[in-house]
């Protein structure tokens, strides 16, 4: 059984709650958002919600009836993990992937519902429009003009560790509870970042067991935690996550659906920062000291300055990359980076 949640939870500044009564609130909400909010039953009536508050079974019957034959991704640890789906102690994942049709998927969650230490079974960023038929349209939030990936987060009891992503996130609880403890970008060398190239699920985590924090190991976890933000979600409720927030997410009831939004304001023809920090890992973070001085001077230059210094001595219509990207720019740059890497 998950272990009750350490008093940090407590003391942490709630997250601001606020209110859209239509589209056109909403998003002048999300707008240029910088800063976590919660928006108490924004999606209360959807049918998907509605069926998780009859039961959890209503609810899995209703994805059934919805899903497509095609394989569902699921992630299972044994009871002794509490629910936290993370590192052993040889840092190898403590849980097992496996891949099978999804009523066979719930099947085995009903058949251990009532047990007082059932397995952990998780799964995580379901393309919802690629594995349902429906579920997306009948449970529709009206973004505007933004063109989100549209994902399900569906499980028994689970803890996943404080990590971040590039999109705006707008997190919808559709059934049991969900606590997010939100922490700013720039806390990220606070959380005790893990690997990048070895993570649960592809994105660097915090090392910190948030329900049994070891200070003497991180002992700047407790700056962290004073700029920390907690919320704890019902059916309905929606928070806003924006870019590169750091955030740990815990599904607290025996069964759990959270349905998300990811989107860029940015162009999707620019690339992954992530894939940047990965190349100049290898490019240049080993390189002696006084190497890595000039091309901290070169990306100031070009890519964080990024002015007047670095392009008005070259003729316009000359300029190449150094001039703001567009698609076939951004095209030819990935092309010259595909040949460069493959070498």
Known sequence: ??????????????????????????????????APFV???????????????????????????????????????????????????????????ARGQLADIFGGID???????????????????????????????????RDPVISLWIGTRTRIAAHNDFPDNLACCVAG???FTLFPPEQFANLYLGPIDNT???RAVSMVDFHDPDFEAY??????LGQAQVVELAPGDAVFIPSMWWHHVEGLAPFNILQNYWWRDTPRFLGQPQDALNHAILAIRDLPAEDRA?????????VFE??????????????GVLDPLNAETAGRLKAFLLRTLSR
């Open 1 to 34: 059984m998950v272990r009750p949640a350490a008093p940090i939870f407590k003391t942490l500044t709630p997250v601001i709650e606020r209110t859209a009564v239509d589209a056109a609130a909403l998003d002048a909400l999300l707008r240029g958002a910088r």
């Open 39 to 97: 928006i108490r039953g924004l999606v209360a009536d959807w049918p998907l919600v509605q069926a998780g508050l009859k039961s959890n079974r209503a609810a899995r019957d209703y994805l059934v009836q919805r899903a497509r034959p095609v394989p569902f991704a699921v992630s299972i640890a044994p009871p002794s993990q509490d629910g936290r789906l993370f590192y052993d102690g040889a840092m190898e994942m403590n849980f097992r992937m």
């Open 111 to 145: 058949t251990n519902e009532d047990r007082a230490d059932p397995p952990t079974v998780y799964l995580g960023s379901i393309d919802v429009p690629s594995h349902f038929d429906g579920v997306a349209e009948e449970n529709r939030l009206d973004l505007g003009a």
């Open 177 to 179: 509870r969900r606590r």
């Open 200 to 202: 649960p699920a592809g």
């Open 219 to 224: 002992p700047n976890f407790a700056e962290a």
């Open 294 to 302: 000039v091309w901290r001077a070169l990306f100031d230059h070009f």
């Open 306 to 319: 990024s002015g007047p210094a670095a392009t008005d001595h070259i003729p316009e219509g000359a300029r």
